[in-house]
C-alpha cells in the first residue's frame, strides 16, 4: 500500500468522520460512541499505513510499535481537546460571542502546540529504536495524516459568523 493510496482511504474515513459532525452548515449531533468508533477506525487505518510504508525490520517493529502505542496514546488525548473544541462550537454556534470564539482559538492553538511538543519529546525515543532516517520517515507519515484530517475537518466545519 502506497502512501498516496493509504491516504486516500483515510480521506474516505476522515470524510465520514466530518460529515457526521456537520451537515449543510449546521452541526448535527453524533453520538460520544459512534465518535468513540470513527476514531478508533482512523486510527488502526492510520496504523496500516506506518506500517505499510516504513518497512521495518522484524528487530526494528518490536521496538518501534511500544513506543508507537505510548505515543498515539498521549496524541490521541490531545486529540480529545481538539474533539472538545469542535464539540463545543457545536453547541454554541448559532449564539457564539467574541469571548467564546476566542477562547476556542486559543484551545485549538494550544492542541496544536501540544502536537508539536509531543513529536520532539518523542524524536529521540524513535531514534533510539530505527534509524534517524526511519524515524523522520515516521513523523512526515504522522504530520500528513494529522494535517488532512485537519483539513477535511476544517472543510465541512462552518465557519465563524462575525454578525
Known amino acids: 500500500m502506497t ?9 474516505l ?5 466530518s460529515c457526521a459532525a456537520a451537515q449543510q452548515g449546521a452541526f448535527q449531533t453524533v453520538s460520544d460512541r459512534d465518535l468513540q468508533l470513527l476514531r478508533k477506525d ?9 506500517a505499510a510504508n516504513l518497512l521495518l525490520t522484524t528487530v526494528e517493529a ?15 488525548k490531545i486529540n480529545d481537546i481538539k474533539v472538545s473544541v ?27 502546540q501540544s502536537t508539536t511538543q509531543l513529536r520532539m519529546k518523542y524524536l529521540p525515543m524513535f531514534q533510539k529504536v530505527m534509524s534517524g532516517k526511519k524515524a523522520a520517515l515516521f ?4 504530520r500528513r495524516v494529522g494535517v488532512l484530517i485537519d483539513l477535511q475537518m476544517g472543510a465541512e466545519i462552518p465557519l465563524v459568523q462575525p454578525n
Open 86 to 112: 469542535v464539540k463545543d462550537y457545536a453547541a454554541n454556534f448559532e449564539k457564539l460571542s467574541d469571548n467564546q470564539a476566542s477562547t476556542l482559538v486559543k484551545r485549538w492553538a494550544e492542541a496544536d
Open 139 to 142: 513523523f512526515q507519515i504522522d
Open 62 to 76: 518490536q521496538n518501534f510499535w511500544p513506543v508507537y502505542d505510548q505515543y498515539a496514546a498521549e496524541l490521541a
Open 13 to 17: 474515513g476522515t470524510i465520514l468522520l
Open 3 to 11: 502512501i498516496k493510496t493509504a491516504m486516500a482511504a483515510l480521506v
Open 42 to 50: 482512523l486510527q488502526s487505518e492510520k496504523k496500516q499505513i506506518i
